[in-house]
Nanobody, 123 residues
Framework: QLQLVESGGGLVQAGGSLSLSCAASVFPFGMYRMGWFRQSPGKEREFFAA????????FYVDSVKGRFTISRNNAKSTVYLQMNSLKPEDTDVYYCARQRRPYGLGSEPYNYWGQGTQVTVSS
């Protein structure tokens, strides 16, 4: 069964950094664009970063651009998220996700998510 397992969340002070990992299994990881989402209680899950199947192209929403970096290691079937200059409003549960189809474009929907990891940023 396809699995995405996030790790690396925790508590950090504002201005600090955290690094998240997402280990994938069962599917050909290098064929899929991967993304990161986050969600607060009572709110919809929000997409904020993506990386192409080969890692050569990345995308960020404005709220995290310049602070977060997405990367991947296809040999390890792992996608990463380096988060710097964290703010209290970055407090959320963070999820990695896989696009529905291989070699998808940016508009391809995501249909698999991990279980999530909590990130809490104190002020």
């Amino acid at each position: 069964q396809l699995q995405l397992v996030e790790s690396g969340g925790g508590l950090v002070q504002a201005g600090g950094s955290l690094s998240l990992s997402c280990a994938a299994s069962v599917f050909p990881f290098g064929m899929y664009r991967m993304g990161w989402f986050r969600q607060s209680p009572g709110k919809e899950r929000e997409f904020f970063a993506a990386i192409s199947w080969g890692g050569g192209s990345t995308f960020y929403v404005d709220s995290v651009k310049g602070r977060f970096t997405i990367s991947r290691n296809n040999a390890k079937s792992t996608v990463y998220l380096q988060m710097n200059s964290l703010k209290p409003e970055d407090t959320d549960v963070y999820y990695c996700a896989r696009q529905r189809r291989p070699y998808g474009l940016g508009s391809e929907p995501y249909n698999y998510w991990g279980q999530g990891t909590q990130v809490t940023v104190s002020s």
